[in-house]
């Protein structure tokens, strides 16, 4: 692979003809389109390439979130940018098409207790205690966000196997019980594709970046079968 030093026409991307252009950190590189690579298909290398997509779909997805990129990025988490944090901490334990409860929307913060976790086609619901034994963390106003992981479609014909659905909510203050009840609606279009698939992975987590320093909930997570 050689790097073009000058570059009159700017960075350059893709392939013409049998050469391949790569710009990256500011460097253009070239190198020789090789037509006799073959990808193999055997069993394990179409697993790992499913795998590292799903990765990149989930990564995407907890990157669309405004409050939840900002954490990442605010985080000591190992990457250059929110999207490559994400990634790395939750490549290892994504499967193909499936995402299990060990993945996480938000960096190692602050912990809580579950005491329950609903899901239905229109809520999205939680009752934690925040763990506050040392210090005030994470006071309200916070913004609590669910992600949810929607896989297995009714008619996997008409939809993509996999989706993901997303709905937040601001609290303002906490009621006096020891126990925080979370309530979160889906909107459309969110809630009608909330009908169409038949399990779901849903991750939760609270966010605070109104101020720095920014603060944050561990994720929590259950996997559901929906009716």
Not at 164 to 187: C, G
């Amino acid at each position: 692979m050689a790097r073009a030093v000058k570059q009159p026409l700017g960075g350059v991307r893709g392939r013409v003809g049998d050469v391949i252009y790569r710009y990256m950190n500011g460097k253009s590189f070239i190198s020789i389109y090789n037509s006799e690579v073959k990808i193999s298909q055997s069993k394990k290398s179409v697993e790992n390439r499913n795998k590292f997509g799903a990765a990149i779909k989930f990564a995407k997805a907890v990157n669309s979130v405004g409050d939840l990129k900002k954490v990442w990025d605010f985080s000591t988490a190992p990457g250059r940018s929110a999207y490559t944090k994400i990634f790395k901490e939750n490549n290892r334990k994504i499967q193909p098409d499936y995402l299990g409860n060990t993945c996480c929307i938000t960096p190692k913060g602050i912990s809580c207790i579950l005491d329950s976790f609903e899901l239905d086609t229109k809520f999205a619901t939680v009752k934690i205690k925040i763990d506050r034994t040392y210090e005030p963390n994470l006071l309200p106003p916070y913004v609590a966000h669910f992600v949810i992981f929607l896989n297995d479609p009714i008619k996997p014909d008409l939809y993509s196997y996999t989706y993901y659905a997303f709905t937040s909510v601001r609290i303002q203050e906490e009621t006096p019980d020891e126990f925080q009840t979370i309530v979160s609606k889906f909107i459309a279009p969110d809630a009608q594709l909330m009908t169409l698939y038949k399990k779901a992975t849903a991750f939760f987590a609270i966010t605070k970046t109104d101020a720095k320093p920014f603060e944050w909930l561990n994720t929590v997570s259950k996997e559901f079968i929906l009716t």
